[in-house]
């Protein structure tokens, strides 16, 4: 497909910041004329992925996230990545109540909710070198 459009957002990895990630990421999307619904989606996997990134990529650390997204003709693409402590077993951490922090009171639902509200969710990390968490969600256009 081809990449109609995109952005590259750099920010510091703070719970302050992803209210407005989220909200910058929705409101590029808009060109694509997405439902509430696929609006909704978007910012709540995006909000997942940058907390997993501040909370269990860099821990105590403010590290820098960037966000990449790319639009394409009927689909969205965005990018979250750290350059955080990454992880060993990706298929162990994708798995429903999961956590690297249980002690934190995390819920180690952060995975599966992507994978609820995206159409496709990938990850890939190493240990030492930080996490991408690849997200698609296809925008279906309402004919009239």
């Given at each position: 497909m081809k990449i109609q459009?995109?952005?590259r957002l750099a920010f510091a990895g703070i719970t302050d910041n992803e209210k407005f990630v989220r909200s910058a990421v929705a409101a590029f999307c808009s060109s694509l004329n997405p439902t509430l619904e696929e609006i909704n989606?978007?910012?709540?996997?995006?909000?997942?992925a940058i907390t997993n990134s501040i909370v269990h990529?860099?821990?105590?650390?403010?590290?820098?996230?960037?966000?990449?997204v790319y639009l394409l003709s009927d689909?969205?693409?965005?990018k979250i990545i750290d350059n955080g402590c990454g992880?060993?077993?990706?298929e162990k951490a994708m798995q429903p109540f999961y956590t690297s922090k249980p002690n934190d009171e995390r819920s180690g639902m952060g995975f599966t909710i992507m994978q609820?509200?995206?159409?496709?969710?990938?990850?890939?990390?190493?240990?030492?070198?930080?996490?991408?968490?690849?997200m698609?969600?296809?925008?279906?256009?309402v004919k009239c």
């Amino acid at each position: 497909m081809k990449i109609q459009n995109y952005c590259r957002l750099a920010f510091a990895g703070i719970t302050d910041n992803e209210k407005f990630v989220r909200s910058a990421v929705a409101a590029f999307c808009s060109s694509l004329n997405p439902t509430l619904e696929e609006i909704n989606d978007i910012k709540t996997a995006v909000s997942e992925a940058i907390t997993n990134s501040i909370v269990h990529g860099y821990g105590e650390e403010v590290g820098e996230i960037v966000i990449e997204v790319y639009l394409l003709s009927d689909c969205v693409e965005i990018k979250i990545i750290d350059n955080g402590c990454g992880f060993e077993n990706i298929e162990k951490a994708m798995q429903p109540f999961y956590t690297s922090k249980p002690n934190d009171e995390r819920s180690g639902m952060g995975f599966t909710i992507m994978q609820a509200f995206m159409d496709n969710v990938v990850v890939e990390s190493k240990v030492g070198n930080g996490t991408m968490v690849t997200m698609q969600k296809r925008i279906y256009k309402v004919k009239c």
